[in-house]
């Protein structure tokens, strides 16, 4: 079957992670994904760890995309690009505001040459307010909405979230959304489009459950207050004997009573809204009584939205996900070397089968 993004050409001048994952799974779609990167290329590329002679992140990024060296700064440069931009589908940018357009290569100079054009610009804040030209990562974005405060950790031992939120959720994700639609809307009017998307910005959307609290009684969570960030005994981690953690996500009311079942938990605690922090207490001891094997086999017989934490290496080797074809496809390196290539929310139906091995874009000898 052809796949959906067959015959789209992407121009993607993206570093790092929001805009380079985007592309990925436009590239994983089918879309021919050109990576424009400076002379000597980006510095995504000298990470650690190496993987065949490039980092192993960056491989793992720009899986199947061709490349191309250009100093935009060069006449030259910008001149052998313009053919590219005449023709193109979609462009990505991940600069700050205005570098694009000191380069010659802001939207409205681009869609003189080309109208039909999807021109995305990724950035921290977006292109217009007073924060659009202030340095940023994930942690300042999701420190600056609010997001973080819901549940930070500790005031004494504040925790560093594991995972880049408002790089992927707020970047990435909104960056492929956004970039669809626009193909969709240009199919309609022929006309193309540019797409704003702040990575800040949709770090309110993950603060949904907060916001509603907030509108409908005046008085918005605190840290650890939120039902699903730590106020809760029925949405919690819990520490087993042997120093893993129970994952409980009972909140309905049936997995709950059936979790409670589980542990042995006595029954003047199972309402836990006479007494939360009484609950959580005699939860935390029954289970840090016990072993994670213990726990393991009765927790999926109760099937009560409880599990044991794994390991990212364990998870790697669950069945399941290997089964649903999650670690099937493959990264090549310039000398034949291989590695798992990253797991993208692109439907199988949409993508080549896993024996078409890719590689990252070789830099020119």
């Not at 707020?170 to 639609?181: D, H, K, R, T």
């Not at 399941?320 to 993208?344: C, D, K, N, W």
Request: aromatic content about 6%.
């Amino acid at each position: 079957m052809m796949q959906p993004l067959s015959g789209v050409l992407v121009l993607d001048f993206t570093t790092l992670l929001p805009g380079p994952l985007a592309t990925l799974m436009l590239a994983e779609a089918g879309a021919e994904v050109i990576k424009i990167e400076r002379p000597g290329g980006e510095d995504a590329r000298r990470g650690s760890p190496p993987f065949d002679g490039v980092a192993s992140g960056f491989a793992l990024l720009n899986r199947g995309k061709q490349g191309l060296v250009l100093d935009l700064k060069d006449t030259s440069g910008r001149e052998r690009l313009m053919p590219l931009l005449a023709r193109a589908d979609v462009l990505v940018e991940q600069f700050r505001p205005g570098v694009m357009d000191r380069l010659g290569l802001g939207y409205e100079q681009v869609r003189k040459i080309n109208p039909r054009l999807v021109y995305c610009s990724i950035t921290g804040y977006g292109q217009e307010g007073p924060r659009a030209l202030e340095a940023g990562h994930d942690l300042n974005y999701i420190g600056a909405t609010g997001l973080l405060a819901l549940q930070p950790g500790p005031a004494d031992r504040p925790v560093v979230p594991p995972g880049l939120i408002a790089d992927i959720g707020g970047g990435s994700m909104p960056a492929v959304i956004n970039i669809l639609f626009g193909l969709r809307q240009r199919d309609a009017t022929g006309q193309g489009c540019h797409v704003d998307v702040a990575m800040a910005d949709a770090m309110f959307t993950f603060a949904w459950l907060a916001l509603a609290v907030g509108q409908a009684t005046g008085r918005y969570p605190g840290p650890g207050e939120l039902r699903t960030a730590g106020g809760s005994p029925r949405y919690q981690l819990y520490p087993t004997r042997d120093g893993k953690l129970l994952a409980c996500g009972a909140l309905e009311q049936k997995f709950w009573e059936s979790f409670c079942a589980t542990i042995g938990l006595p029954a003047k605690f199972v309402d836990d809204r006479a007494d939360p922090a009484g609950t959580k207490a005699t939860v935390a001891a029954l289970v840090v009584g016990e072993t994670a094997d213990h726990w393991r086999p009765k927790l999926a017989g109760a099937d009560c939205c409880a599990t044991i934490v794994s390991s990212l290496e364990e998870a790697l080797r669950d069945r399941h996900f290997i089964e649903r074809g999650l670690f099937a496809y493959s990264v090549a390196g310039p000398s034949g070397a291989t590695m798992q290539a990253l797991p993208v929310p692109v439907c199988p139906a949409f993508r080549e089968p896993p024996d078409k091995v890719k590689g990252p874009p070789e830099l020119p000898k």
